[in-house]
């Protein structure tokens, strides 16, 4: 499937910014499970193109100058191939996935979940853990915020897909399972759907292996991956610093569509 993305975001200032430095991860990086056929940045300013620690393709945006507004937009086609696995980063080892973090720290209520199905197959266990997380737990728009914990989240029982996916990795932590945070996009059909998504990978016989817990899927068929990381924070598409500005608000819109093969005369 070849998938076209547009994915537009918008900062506003209620003052002048003096300095500002974003950290975006908004190129996908090729792998098994999706060829970039192209990619294209529109910023306002040239960023640094790195590595991150987790291998993610990393542009580094500063702005030295006054400003009061950032607009910062990226288009381009991704073909999503039918593998249900994901390559290993030799880089770095799994077992780093197996550390907590603020945001997916176990409680007593999240390990008592996350054994809830000892006994089962590893794979049965983490389909039973998906389940048992979105009925626990159904997706609530503006219940809880990018700092909201896991602990938090699953008390509320309410939450979107980054909740869902901080509560997975909490659990499958818990069972020392190496678990990582995806960002990314989600393609459907269903033109509703929010199309920046989260869901997470599971480090299981020697590849990994997706979970969205908010679609119940196990088939990374529609999903373009962005970025991976311990929690949101490591992987968010935008992430950055500003000195002065005042008031920030907002405004950030993706979409996903299908490809549409053009026509020969």
Not at 164 to 173: D, M, Q, S
Not at 243 to 249: H, L, P, R
């Amino acid at each position: 499937m070849e998938l076209t993305i547009r994915h537009s975001t918008e900062y506003r200032y209620s003052e002048r910014v003096k300095h500002s430095t974003q950290y975006l991860r908004l190129t996908p990086r090729p792998s098994l499970r999706q060829k970039v056929l192209n990619w294209t940045m529109d910023l306002p300013e040239h960023a640094e193109k790195v590595s991150d620690g987790y291998n993610n393709i990393l542009h580094v945006l500063t702005l030295d100058r006054p400003h009061q507004a950032i607009n910062l937009t990226v288009h381009g086609q991704v073909e999503i191939t039918d593998e249900d696995s994901e390559d290993a980063d030799q880089r770095l080892s799994p077992l780093v996935f197996t550390r907590n973090t603020s945001l997916t720290k176990a409680d007593d209520c999240l390990e008592e979940l996350a054994h809830r199905y000892d006994g089962m197959s590893a794979e049965r266990h983490l389909e039973n853990l998906s389940e048992a997380i979105l009925s626990g737990m159904p997706f609530t728009p503006g219940a809880t915020h990018v700092g909201s914990r896991a602990s938090d989240a699953w008390s509320l029982q309410k939450g979107v897909c980054q909740d869902h996916t901080h509560v997975f990795l909490a659990c499958c932590r818990a069972l020392g399972m190496p678990a990582r945070y995806v960002s990314g996009y989600l393609y459907s059909r269903d033109s509703e759907h929010v199309a920046s998504h989260a869901w997470a990978e599971v480090w299981h016989d020697d590849s990994w292996h997706t979970f969205d817990v908010t679609n119940q899927t196990c088939l990374p068929r529609q999903h373009l991956k962005l970025a991976v990381g311990m929690d949101y924070l490591d992987a968010c598409p935008v992430r950055g610093v500003r000195f002065g500005g005042g008031v920030e608000s907002l405004e950030a819109v993706a979409w996903v569509s299908e490809t549409v093969p053009s026509q020969s005369q």
